[in-house]
């Protein structure tokens, strides 16, 4: 009998048992301190659990830890949900915390044996992990400032409620073929990415005030490495039924034969858009509008840093960066102290692994400026911090090679040190491994994990550098790979060196010259 394929057996194991099925066994495993089913940590996703590296584990110590992501909706965590967050962090997970592109927030380091009460804690206060992985949709990506900016073109907050409450645990939509991920903004810097997601709705506002909704779909950065392709327009009220449309198609005609060929891009480069368009539209029963491509703000721009006037009155929100997404239980604890001593109650996380403070009063946000300095949380970040992210990395990644979290925030302080006066943001991301969980082929500077040939012929782990990625609608294009690849010791000087040469070049942006660099 042939050995069953990777896809063959995960298909198998969520037809014997759906992953939502699997909480039983969570409790059962962790009351009872039995050895977990290895075909039960395939369904531990459904909980937002991923088996973590061994490589920071002492040789005696042979627990089983996993990462643990927790859904943030629309982003959002208030006062109280930080410190439980915290104390999460701090019994449970070594002090480990850290934001993630689909504005949620995971842990590491834990243990199957504690899960009972991390969910008891996590339910206490309104927040879930269900449906956090898996092969089902993901967390719906959206703007920040939904509902206090003034310049949005919409607020989505109510669309996202309602698609977050059709997709919540729904078990029709419990085994797809890949992850499914959906993002819908209103904002006018266009944030949320859609280019990257697999279906997405960015408002637009038409000449006489009408406000409709860009329908992309199949966008991805992993096997299925393509942009979103436009399909039309539909108006607010017609979003979830699209969603609905979207994803049966997806459930039902979607590629299972292979892992790496199974997202609904795949799906899309079988068929054609042409079909794909059609089946959509003969399942809605209404014609997508055909109306002219707007124009999108280019992705280095996409922040909401800085103190801003909401459209609650007296109120204002604050934007802010941390460095490659890490928080930990301390910062989640400093931060919900500095939330309370300024009046303010939320923050929301944000695509690019920071946050926003959104309902400080007006009086109080230079305050609360100053004290999110102190501990390192920057409303004004100079421009290398600003736009660093990192991926989890080899220190609990099992697929990374090189190491992220830290190499990304000593980047970010060694390129200020070097260029206090450089003013113009740069996107940088550190990827641990090939893939793409950090975003590296649409930033400005990608550094892409890899293991190479040194120059005494040892293969030695690092990165290969990636130049000129960027998310604009039509006018996106993914980065170049140069080939230069080097030790993560070495990525300091090789970035610095970078910017030294723009600042020599007469090119107007980083983006130009990097393009430009790749095509010499």
């Known amino acids: 009998m042939a050995k069953e394929t990777k896809a063959q057996r995960v298909e198998r194991i969520k037809k014997d048992k759906s992953g939502l099925d699997v909480l039983e066994n969570i409790y059962e495993y962790a009351i009872y301190n039995k050895e977990v089913d290895p075909e039960d940590i395939d369904r531990f996703k459904w909980y937002g659990l991923y088996s ?28 109280q949900q930080m410190r439980i967050l915290s104390g999460i962090s701090k019994e449970f997970a070594r002090g480990t915390a850290s934001f ?23 339910n206490s206060v309104g927040l879930t992990t269900v449906f956090a992985a898996g092969d089902v949709p993901r967390n719906i ?12 073109i919409y607020d989505v907050r109510e669309l996202v409620s309602e698609v977050n409450e059709y997709f919540d645990a729904n078990k029709t939509l419990a085994n797809l073929p890949r992850k499914y991920k959906v993002g819908i903004s209103g904002c006018s810097k266009h944030c949320m990415g859609h280019e990257i997601q697999d279906l997405s709705f960015t408002a637009v506002k038409r000449e006489h005030g009408q406000i409709l909704f860009d329908v992309s779909v199949g966008g991805g950065l992993a096997s299925n490495r393509e942009f979103a392709i436009h399909i039309g327009y539909v108006m607010p009220e017609q979003i979830l039924e699209v969603v609905r449309v979207v994803s049966g198609i997806y459930r039902d005609y979607g590629l299972r034969e292979s892992r790496t060929k199974a997202r609904l891009g795949h799906l899309i480069d ?36 800085g103190i801003h006037k909401s459209k609650n009155n007296g109120k ?8 490659g997404g890490f928080i930990g239980a301390k910062g989640l604890a400093s931060l919900a102290d500095i939330l309370q001593k300024n009046s303010a109650t939320t ?18 946000a230079k305050g609360l400026v100053k004290d999110l300095a102190l501990i390192d949380m920057d409303a004004n970040p100079n421009p290398f911090k600003a736009r660093t992210l990192s991926c989890t990395g080899l220190k609990f ?45 649409i930033v400005d500077i990608g550094l892409l994990g890899t293991k190479f040939k040194n120059d005494k012929n040892e293969t030695v782990s690092g990165f290969e550098l990636i130049l000129g990625g960027n998310l604009e609608g039509h006018k996106s294009n993914f980065g170049k790979k140069t080939g230069m690849k080097f030790t993560s010791e070495n990525a300091y000087g090789v970035v610095e060196d970078l910017i030294q040469s723009y600042l020599k070049s007469e090119h107007k942006s980083f983006h130009d010259f990097a393009i430009g660099t790749t095509c010499e």
């Open 52 to 79: 973590q590296n061994k490589n920071l584990q002492e040789e005696d110590d042979k627990t089983q830890y996993f990462m643990l992501r927790v859904k943030l909706v629309q982003g959002s965590i208030n006062v």
């Open 100 to 122: 993630t592109t689909r504005q949620n927030i995971q842990f590491h380091f834990i243990r199957v044996h504690d899960l009972p009460e991390i969910f008891f804690r996590l």
């Open 141 to 152: 990506v959206t703007c920040p400032v939904a509902g206090v900016d003034n310049s949005e």
């Open 270 to 305: 079988k068929w054609g858009i042409d079909k794909f368009k059609t089946q959509v539209q003969n399942s809605l029963g209404f014609e997508l509008a055909d109306e002219l491509i707007q124009e999108y703000t280019p992705y280095s721009k996409r922040e909401h840093f």
């Open 316 to 323: 204002s929100y604050v934007g802010c960066a941390i460095n």
């Open 347 to 364: 923050i929301k996380a944000t695509p690019t692994q920071n946050f926003v403070v959104i309902d400080v009063p007006t009086q109080n």
């Open 397 to 441: 990644c099992k697929f990374a090679i090189s190491e992220t979290k830290d190499t990304a925030v000593a980047l970010s302080e060694h390129l200020h040190k070097k260029f206090p006066d450089f003013e113009e943001t740069v996107s940088i991301s550190l990827n641990g491994c090939p893939n793409s969980c950090a975003h590296s082929n």
